[in-house]
């Protein structure tokens, strides 16, 4: 009896084991399973996504975009006339366009009314040091760079915005221009003005004399002879017939403007270049009394009447004199002599 409990025993044990076999068969079967499907997903996924990769790849040429180059670029500045008429001004402040407005009156004047955005530089402030170095100076101390469009104005006429517009250019600022009225005008016909005082930072500016349009004393005395170089002296007429520069012809600058512009019309000027007989590619230079403010106003109406070579004598009869320079006079002249139109 013993030996058959002992032997069911044996048998039940043996059957346990064999049933834990299984079961670790089964187990490693199944986890073996589990890693074929994860392996399988893992390789269907590796297969999608390389699949996808090269999708995106063969097709990423069709959708490829060219490379755009950035060019950086800035607006060419306005290039102004010799005379800049208002709505011209007008567009290029309204529009904020990189331009600076010169006022060249006295500072209590501009103080009480001026062009909007425009900048004071009274004429006497520039006379005060007029060496090419130190209008540079000035220059970049009102924010004027190499290229900047510049226009200039006063209340005289037109005359000493021409001094200043002229110097401008002497020293190398070639885009400068006279505003075609005088602030009178301007605020005349009911024009934006403002009060408050316009500050720009300061810039550089190069210093590129233009030789072409100045003369001296020395100058004009070795030309006089030339018949292809005419001497053109601006002041009225009275004065001209009292004392005058020897072979000088006279245009009044009473006769270059109107009541409404500082210029009068091109047509105009050319007949009185003509009715001197002042070929139009003469050389011609002109000079005024003293500073060069009505000989300046001269120097841009022959500009405008299409007299491409012109000079002008900023220091004048007055320098002209005082060097001894020889002068024509007439001690009787006390009339108006009409042939000057």
């Known amino acids: 009896m013993c030996r058959l409990i002992q032997k069911v025993k044996v048998i039940s044990k043996?059957?346990?084991?064999?049933?834990?076999?299984?079961?670790?068969?089964?187990?490693?079967?199944?986890?073996?399973?589990?890693?074929?499907?994860?392996?399988?997903?893992?390789?269907?996924?590796?297969?999608?996504?390389?699949?996808?990769?090269?999708?995106?790849?063969?097709?990423?040429?069709?959708?490829?975009?060219?490379?755009?180059?950035?060019?950086?670029t800035t607006a060419a500045p306005y290039k102004l006339p010799i005379i800049c008429d208002v709505d011209t001004l007008r567009t290029l402040i309204r529009k904020k366009t990189e331009v600076r407005v010169v006022d060249v009156r006295r500072i209590e004047d501009y103080k009480k009314g001026h062009i909007p955005t425009a900048v004071s530089l009274p004429l006497a402030v520039l006379l005060s040091n007029d060496s090419p170095e130190q209008i540079v100076k000035l220059l970049e101390s009102l924010g004027i760079s190499d290229k900047m469009p510049v226009v200039v104005y006063d209340d005289t006429f037109g005359a000493l915005a021409a001094r200043v517009a002229w110097t401008f250019q002497y020293v190398g600022h070639e885009n400068t221009s006279l505003l075609e009225m005088t602030y009178t005008n301007w605020k005349n016909l009911g024009l934006e003005i403002e009060k408050r005082n316009n500050k720009f930072p300061k810039t550089t500016h190069s210093l590129q004399l233009n030789k072409s349009i100045y003369a001296d004393a020395i100058y004009v005395e070795s030309i006089q002879n030339n018949p292809d170089k005419i001497i053109i002296d601006s002041r009225e007429r009275l004065n001209f017939l009292t004392e005058h520069i020897p072979s000088a012809k006279n245009i009044p600058y009473t006769m270059l403007g109107n009541d409404n512009h500082i210029l009068r019309p091109v047509d105009e000027i050319k007949r009185f270049v003509q009715n001197r007989g002042i070929p139009p590619d003469s050389e011609i230079i002109t000079y005024c009394g003293s500073v060069g403010t009505l000989s300046g106003l001269a120097f841009y109406a022959l500009k405008l009447a299409g007299i491409k070579n012109v000079k002008l004598y900023s220091k004048s009869f007055k320098d002209w004199k005082s060097l001894g320079k020889p002068k024509i006079e007439f001690k009787d002249a006390n009339y108006w002599d009409l042939s000057a139109e």
């Open 14 to 72: 043996n059957k346990k084991a064999d049933q834990q076999k299984e079961l670790s068969k089964h187990d490693i079967q199944s986890k073996v399973k589990d890693i074929k499907i994860k392996n399988s997903i893992l390789k269907r996924k590796d297969k999608k996504k390389n699949t996808a990769i090269t999708t995106n790849t063969k097709t990423l040429p069709q959708f490829k975009m060219k490379r755009r180059t950035t060019i950086t």
